[in-house]
C-alpha cells in the first residue's frame, strides 16, 4: 500500500518557522491533510485539501503539495503549537484507503 | 456540531474480543458521503487506520487486522460498533472513533471522538 514518510522530529525557535514536510510517490497527485495531536487529546485537523484551512485554525498554519513532498508550514511558530503532526491522504483505489504519515513531533525550543 | 463518543472496556482479558461502540450526536450516520471510522493509536506511536463502514453497510478494513475486525452499524441508535476477536497485548491502545469523509472529501477527517485507552491483560 502507498507510504508516507514524515521526519521523527523537527526543532524550531518560538517566532521562526516550522516546515514539516511528507514524502510519498507523485504525493502531488494526491489530497493531502493535516492533523496537530497534543499529548491526551485527539488529533485536530488544520489543513485539508492540501492547503485549506478549517474554521479556528489560524492563518500561520499553510500547507503545499507538489511532486513527491507535501509541505505543513507554520510560520511564527509558537509554545502552545508543540505536538505530534499527521498527515495523511485517501487511497480509494486500493485495498488500505486511509493512510497516515508515521507523525512529526514539533518541538518549540 | 458533530460530536463522537467511544464508550466500551477499558479492560480486556487475552484472546477476547475487545467490543467498542461510538455514539454519534449533532448529526445523522445515515447522511451520505462519509465513512464511518475507526482508529488506533498504540502508546507512544502513531495513528493505525483500523477500517470503517458506510451507513448502507459497505465496510472496508486494514489488511493487516482484517481476520479479526467486525464493524456494524445502526442508524437507528445513531451509533457504530467495532468487535476485533482474539485480542493480544498488542492490541493495547488508544481507540478513536472519526468521521471520514468521502469522494467529495478526499478521505478528510473532521470529526474525532476523544479515544478510549483499551489495554489488553489478565
Known amino acids: 500500500s502507498y507510504v508516507l514518510t514524515q521526519p521523527p522530529s523537527v526543532s524550531v525557535a518560538p517566532g521562526k518557522t516550522a516546515r514539516i514536510t511528507c514524502g510519498g510517490n507523485i504525493v502531488g497527485i494526491k489530497t493531502v491533510h493535516w492533523y496537530q495531536q497534543k499529548p491526551g487529546q485527539a488529533p485536530v485537523l488544520v489543513i485539508y485539501y492540501d492547503s485549506d484551512r478549517p474554521s479556528g485554525i489560524p492563518e500561520r498554519f499553510s500547507g503545499s503539495n507538489s511532486g513527491n513532498t507535501a509541505t505543513l508550514t507554520i510560520s511564527r511558530v509558537e509554545a502552545g503549537d508543540e505536538a505530534d503532526y499527521y498527515c495523511q491522504v485517501w487511497d480509494n483505489t486500493g485495498d488500505h484507503p486511509v493512510i497516515f504519515g508515521g507523525g512529526t513531533k514539533l518541538t518549540v525550543l | 456540531q458533530v460530536q463522537l463518543q467511544e464508550s466500551g472496556p477499558g479492560l480486556v482479558k487475552p484472546s477476547q474480543t475487545l467490543s467498542l461502540t461510538c455514539t454519534v450526536s449533532g448529526g445523522s450516520i445515515s447522511s451520505g458521503g462519509y465513512y464511518w471510522s475507526w482508529i488506533r493509536q498504540h502508546p507512544g506511536k502513531g495513528l493505525e487506520w483500523i477500517g470503517y463502514?458506510?451507513?448502507?453497510?459497505?465496510?472496508y478494513f486494514n489488511s493487516s487486522l482484517k481476520s479479526r475486525i467486525t464493524i456494524s452499524i445502526d442508524t437507528s441508535k445513531n451509533q457504530f460498533s467495532l468487535n476485533l476477536s482474539s485480542v493480544t497485548a498488542a492490541d493495547t491502545a488508544v481507540y478513536y472513533c472519526a468521521r471520514v469523509g468521502g469522494y467529495y472529501e478526499s478521505g478528510k477527517i473532521d470529526y474525532w471522538g476523544q479515544g478510549t485507552l483499551v489495554t489488553v491483560s489478565s
Open positions: 463502514i458506510y451507513y448502507g453497510g459497505s465496510t
